[in-house]
Structures are given as structure tokens and as C-alpha cells.
């Protein structure tokens, strides 16, 4: 059975940093592309890094810069580094794990949400 179990999340004020967690199991880590995503109230799930099992990765534009995506494949963990967090980076926050053949093969790494098959609960992040 695949689980994903998000941590990390919490309450900061606008500058600070966090850093998100995904623990996973019941499948082979390293043979898939990760992503995390998050949704505001009110708002469309937006998908905001992703990562192959190489280390390659990609970026939504509101996060360039801000974000940094990484994986250790020895733990079967991803993680989400966020920096100069600001108030609209208020979502909970979401790890998924996308097993499309062309991202581990080709990196053809996504953000939408319909290419990934598996998600975590969840873990808020709210910034003041």
C-alpha cells in the first residue's frame, strides 16, 4: 500500500523559512518523480516543484527561486525547502508521487495534478 505522510508545516512569520517532509512507502522510491503542490482557500491546487529520481527538477514561477525541491533516495524522502516565506504562500501543502513512465525515462517532469497518482494528507503552512 502507498502512503505518503507530509510533516514540517506550521505557523511562521512573513521572511522565515520552513522546511516541508514527505516520508513515503509500499513502493519503490527511487523509480518515481515526486511533486509537492498546495491550495490556498478558495483557490485552485497549484503544483510548485517536482523532482525525477535523477535529482532533476522544475518550478512554478510564483516559487522560482524561493523553493528548492530535493529527494534522498536512501530514506524514500522528498522535501520542500521554502525561504522569505510570505503571507501568499498560505496553502496547505501537498506531496504526490507521479509514476508516468516518461518522467523517470524521458524527465519529462509535471506539475499537473492529474499526472500524479498518489497524495499525502496534507500539512498547513500559514504565514503572518
Known amino acids: 500500500q502507498v502512503q505518503l505522510v507530509e510533516s514540517g508545516g506550521g505557523s511562521v512569520q512573513a521572511g522565515g523559512s520552513l522546511r516541508l517532509s514527505c516520508a513515503t512507502s509500499?513502493?519503490?522510491?527511487?523509480?518515481?518523480?515526486m511533486g509537492w503542490f498546495r491550495q490556498a482557500p478558495g483557490k485552485e491546487r497549484e503544483g510548485v516543484a517536482a523532482?525525477?529520481?535523477?535529482?532533476?527538477?522544475t518550478y512554478a514561477d510564483s516559487v522560482k527561486g524561493q523553493f528548492v525541491v530535493s529527494r534522498d533516495n536512501a530514506k524514500n524522502t522528498v522535501y520542500l525547502q521554502m525561504d522569505t516565506l510570505t503571507p501568499e504562500d498560505t496553502a496547505m501543502y501537498y506531496c504526490?508521487?507521479?509514476?508516468?513512465?516518461?518522467?523517470?525515462?524521458?524527465?519529462?517532469?509535471?506539475?499537473?495534478?492529474?499526472?500524479?497518482?498518489?497524495w499525502g494528507q496534507g500539512t498547513q503552512v500559514t504565514v503572518s
Open positions: 504526490a508521487a507521479d509514476r508516468r513512465p516518461q518522467c523517470v525515462l524521458y524527465k519529462a517532469l509535471s506539475l499537473e495534478s492529474a499526472d500524479f497518482s498518489y
Open positions: 523532482i525525477s529520481p535523477y535529482g532533476t527538477t
Open positions: 509500499g513502493y519503490t522510491f527511487s523509480t518515481w518523480c
